[in-house]
């Protein structure tokens, strides 16, 4: 049993929540996933920690409404309990000094990408970050990714904040005015697909952290598998970071909607009971 | 070995057992046959999940139990992995004491009720039974005899919990709940030690819970065992992953004098062929683990399961039979396994093939599927099979299948099940560098004490063997507790 200790919502469907767990607050690299389940009923989840404080003995992670279980964790509460949540899991970003780190987060991807822009930062790399999302509303994080960058990049879709266009046209800014040794990007499949594409341009290493269907993220049931190089990967034991040029995102976008159907079936039938 | 012997010899020669061995003469014995559990109809039970088997009746269990010779030299122990005093539950029974047959069980078996159905016993005990060997006639019902008295005390609600040594103080650490590691922390408590079971799933059982489906295995069963656990005084830690949630240094600081791994056979195998990755398709682990622990298949729970119409199972083991069972119960019309050896080389149980072929399944045997394809959506809807046939026998011992050449032919699916064998599940060897492995990914142990290159740390079941049987998996678990108790009296007689 967890308890959840801190709600805020960033925006109408996004919200950080504040979770007692002192063991994984402990452990925890940039990186590093959690599997949660939130009743006995309930499906188990795979969701990126955005970070953790260890007296507390909490980890913070940041939840889209998207489906029947990110509804239900946005309507628990404070003082309300998770009934399961086990990690950390997967491996931890690979973090060392290389000189100037791009880091690309688009959508609650940019939470996750929190720790690994903090990570690059303390290890001694330059780190500019570029945030999009599709309007002003929805960018997250903005100062406590300004704490840790050198500079912060904002895209929006519609140009409310920051500049209008995508998360790429700022990965090219920065690209072509000065060097970058290595790229991380965090978002939805199809961001991280065209901010592959980008810097492949450029030959510029470059990392993604993947967010697949998963049952117990632990190895054991295969729900995970993408496609790396033409190779057969389980994101939960090999990821969740992959060389992103060779992430086959085609495919991994295919896998994500495998349960589609039925997830939509399902969250008709929740708003229906919620009404 | 001779002590073994000389016990089992003391034990035959009391007054009881020798009276009911003069009680009826030994052709009568072996005249009378053996009998069949009672079944759910095949064509009811194919579409629930209700258990298939229905056990014995007092009276079935008593006519078996009469069967039994009482043998002076019990070949039938020396097939049983943990070394279940046989004749003795078996004698208990002929006596009516089911529940003195029970404790008999539990003196080596920490899971009767689990070990009476899912135990290949037509390969172990009753094969080397003395109407198998001897007299070539159906085995003494071994098996079906061990449920039996399990079921009885469990119904009879006066579980026995089994003696416990005064508590020593000695914490260890068992990591994985399943059957290896319920095992180990068993008989590890019996010795006085305090014991926690590491779990990293939400819930305590391994592949009793998430693996073997509830018609096979109900939940309940296993839970009832696992309370008895729990009042025998071991504690257990769910959602707590060893070598992540806490390092094995981390959990030494806390006093762990020793630790088991039970982590299981995690990773499924594909067969790396086009198409693979293709919604749809999925492992037996992934689709058995929605349905059986994750309760997919109930509308009132979270978690999905895809219902396909047309399921192909690939494989020919016990799982990929649970998998084409639960196929066929999800509603599937054709419900196919496809393996490419023939029904005499399959590794399930003899029971588990004649369950599915009552059901409906069908057999694709000597057929290998070598590609898939899928619509617009990316979900399969056709695979290519390849047609086999068999050579000479390979390491395993069973023939090899060949490839016939221009076989090749396709058939509509809408799911498919891939059951072709797990690998060792790689989370605690990467948190252990130090720690010896084989080329394989099981973790090498001392075959006699289950100890690893590193000195606190045993290990046993599938992280040991790639991939094996629930009761081998307790077989090691009981060998690792017996070496860590020898481990740790030396070191603190040091």
């Given at each position: ?178 060097k970058v040794d290595m790229c991380m990007t965090i978002g939805p499949a199809i961001m991280m697909k065209f901010a592959a594409l980008t810097t492949k341009k ?74 | ?159 026995a919990i089994p003696e416990v040594a005064a508590p020593n103080g000695i914490k260890v650490g068992v990591i994985g709940s399943g059957p290896a590691g319920l ?181 694709m045997n000597l057929h290998n599927p070598v590609e898939y394809f899928a619509d617009e959506n990316g979900r399969v809807n056709r695979m290519r099979i390849q ?108």
């Amino acid at each position: 049993m967890n308890k959840i200790v801190e709600k805020e919502f960033f925006s109408e469907n996004v919200a950080k929540l504040v979770i007692e767990a002192p063991e994984i607050a402990k452990s925890r690299k940039p990186g590093h996933f959690v599997i949660i389940r939130i009743d006995e009923r309930g499906e188990r989840i795979p969701l990126t920690i955005a970070g953790s404080d260890i007296e507390k003995g909490t980890i913070t992670l940041v939840v889209q409404k998207v489906g029947v279980t990110s509804a239900k964790l946005l309507a628990l509460n404070e003082g309300d309990v998770i009934r399961d949540v086990v990690g950390p899991l997967g491996k931890a970003t690979h973090i060392e000094n290389i000189g100037t780190v791009l880091c690309a987060g688009g959508g609650v991807g940019v939470a996750p990408l929190l720790p690994i822009v903090e990570g690059f930062k303390k290890a001694g790399n330059r780190v500019v970050t570029v945030l999009a999302a599709r309007t002003k509303d929805l960018i997250i994080l903005e100062d406590q990714m300004r704490e840790f960058s050198d500079e912060v990049i904002l895209m929006t879709d519609d140009g409310s904040s920051g500049r209008k266009g995508l998360v790429t046209a700022g990965m090219e800014e920065v690209i072509k005015r000065e060097k970058v040794d290595m790229c991380m990007t965090i978002g939805p499949a199809i961001m991280m697909k065209f901010a592959a594409l980008t810097t492949k341009k450029y030959n510029i290493p470059t990392e993604a952290s993947l967010n697949t269907i998963m049952v117990d993220g632990t190895g054991m049931c295969g729900a995970c598998r993408v496609s790396v190089g033409g190779k057969t990967k389980f994101v939960c034991v090999d990821g969740p970071e992959f060389d992103a040029h060779e992430v086959n995102f085609e495919e991994m976008m295919s896998r994500l909607g495998g349960y589609k159907e039925l997830e939509a079936e399902a969250y008709e039938k929740y708003l229906k009971n919620a009404e | 070995m001779e002590n073994i012997k000389e016990y089992l010899k003391a034990e035959r020669n009391q007054e009881w057992r020798a009276e009911l061995r003069k009680s009826m003469k030994a052709k009568e014995r072996t005249g009378r046959e053996r009998n069949d559990m009672l079944e759910r109809d095949p064509n009811v039970r194919n579409k629930n999940i209700d258990e298939v088997n229905l056990g014995l009746t007092e009276e079935l269990a008593l006519a078996d139990a009469r069967r039994c010779i009482d043998c002076a030299n019990p070949t039938c122990i020396t097939g049983c992995p943990v070394g279940i005093n046989i004749p003795k539950f078996i004698k208990k029974i002929e006596t009516g004491d089911y529940l003195g047959a029970a404790v008999v069980l539990k003196e080596t078996n920490a899971l009767p009720a689990v070990c009476g159905r899912v135990c290949p016993q037509d390969k172990q005990c009753e094969n080397n039974c003395f109407y198998t060997i001897s007299l070539k006639k159906p085995a003494v019902a071994i098996g079906n005899l061990e449920r039996f008295a399990a079921d009885y005390e469990r119904n009879s609600g006066q579980m026995a919990i089994p003696e416990v040594a005064a508590p020593n103080g000695i914490k260890v650490g068992v990591i994985g709940s399943g059957p290896a590691g319920l095992s180990a922390a068993g008989d590890l408590c019996k010795l006085g030690y305090d014991v926690t079971v590491f779990e990293a799933l939400h819930e305590i059982g391994g592949v009793l819970k998430y693996g073997i489906p509830e018609f096979r295995l109900p939940n309940e069963i296993v839970d009832v065992e696992i309370e008895v656990m729990r009042k025998m005084g071991i504690k257990f830690k769910t959602n707590f992953l060893v070598g992540r949630t806490a390092t094995i240094d981390e959990l030494k600081e806390q006093g762990y004098e020793a630790f088991f791994v039970g982590s299981g056979a995690g990773l499924p195998r594909f067969m790396n062929i086009p198409g693979e990755n293709y919604n749809g398709i999925l492992s037996s682990n992934e689709y058995l683990t929605r349905v059986n622990l994750m309760n997919a298949a109930n509308p009132d729970f979270d978690t999905p399961v895809l219902k396909g119409k047309n399921v192909a199972v690939i494989g020919g083991g016990n799982t990929a039979m649970d998998s084409v069972r639960t196929a066929k119960r999800l509603g599937a019309e054709r419900s196919v396994i496809v393996y490419r050896r023939s029904l005499v080389e399959m590794p399930a149980r003899v029971e588990e093939v004649k369950h599915a072929q009552e059901e409906g399944i069908e057999f694709m045997n000597l057929h290998n599927p070598v590609e898939y394809f899928a619509d617009e959506n990316g979900r399969v809807n056709r695979m290519r099979i390849q047609k086999m046939e068999l050579g000479e026998p390979d390491t395993s011992g069973r023939r090899r299948p060949i490839v016939i050449p221009n076989s090749e032919f396709e058939i509509d699916v809408d799911t498919v099940v891939v059951s072709v064998g797990v690998s060792p599940n790689p989370l605690i060897p990467a948190s252990l560098p130090n720690l010896k492995m084989t080329d394989w990914g099981t973790i090498v142990v001392d075959q006699d004490t289950m100890q690893s290159s590193i000195p606190e740390l045993f290990a046993g079941g599938d992280i040991v063997r790639g991939g094996a049987t629930v009761i081998l998996a307790m077989g090691d678990g009981r060998k690792a507790a017996a070496g860590m108790h020898k481990y740790i009296q030396e070191k603190i007689n040091k």
